[in-house]
């Protein structure tokens, strides 16, 4: 894409134009194959696939150029359903095989473009979903973090994990001390605050 002069290479780029909000979601990260593999992948036909060689597209719009005008036009018609079932079906996936909860799953505005990175995010999700209180999990999570001795705030995080450890021994404790964090009460812990 080039803007302001610029090329860049990103599969989900937002921007705006005049009055408008644009987002521009590139597809072929979904997909290890081709376009056709992504649409058959969520039961979309594509009917004039077969009938254009692309390795001979630049001919083709010389020779036979209805054809060629019927297999762009079909490809242009057919990203947004394409994008929208893709969408559908990993919503459906984390959801009932899965087991994230509804609320939880990816959108058509937060999906990766990446099918790496939607497994990553789909990981998260999952870990996210597997206790009842997502901040005591978030709170676990971060304790894998204080661990990263390159990390500008490395010695600030390990006094407020150090802290918190030392504070909070039970899971009670801590979903305690975070409920008061939620009600801006004058005693709340501050460096727990800020651990979170």
């Known amino acids: 894409m080039y803007i302001n002069q610029q090329i860049e290479q990103k599969r989900n780029k937002c921007f705006n134009l005049f009055y408008y909000h644009l987002s521009r979601k590139d597809l072929r990260g979904l997909s290890t194959g081709g376009f056709k593999n992504l649409a058959d992948s969520v039961s979309i036909e594509m009917i004039n696939k077969s009938d ?9 719009l010389e020779q036979l150029p209805d054809l060629y005008v019927q297999y762009s036009m079909d490809d242009a018609n057919k990203l947004i359903p394409i994008y929208i079932s ?36 789909t990981l998260g999700k999952w870990i996210y979903s597997q206790g009842s209180n997502k901040k005591v999990i978030d709170f676990a999570m971060r304790n894998l973090g204080v661990f990263d001795t390159s990390d500008k705030l490395y010695a600030f995080y390990r006094k407020c994990y150090n802290h918190s450890i030392q504070k ?4 009670s404790d801590l979903c305690s ?8 009460s004058e005693n709340k812990d501050k460096l727990l605050h800020s651990f979170l």
């Open 177 to 184: 001390a975070m409920s008061e964090l939620e009600c801006n």
């Open 86 to 121: 893709f969408v559908n079906l990993v919503r459906r996936v984390q959801n009932e095989v899965i087991g994230i909860p509804i609320e939880d799953r990816i959108t058509e505005n937060d999906i990766p473009m990446t099918i790496g990175s939607l497994v990553t995010l």
């Open 52 to 60: 254009l060689d692309k390795s001979k597209s630049p001919d083709a």
């Open 168 to 171: 909070y021994k039970t899971v």
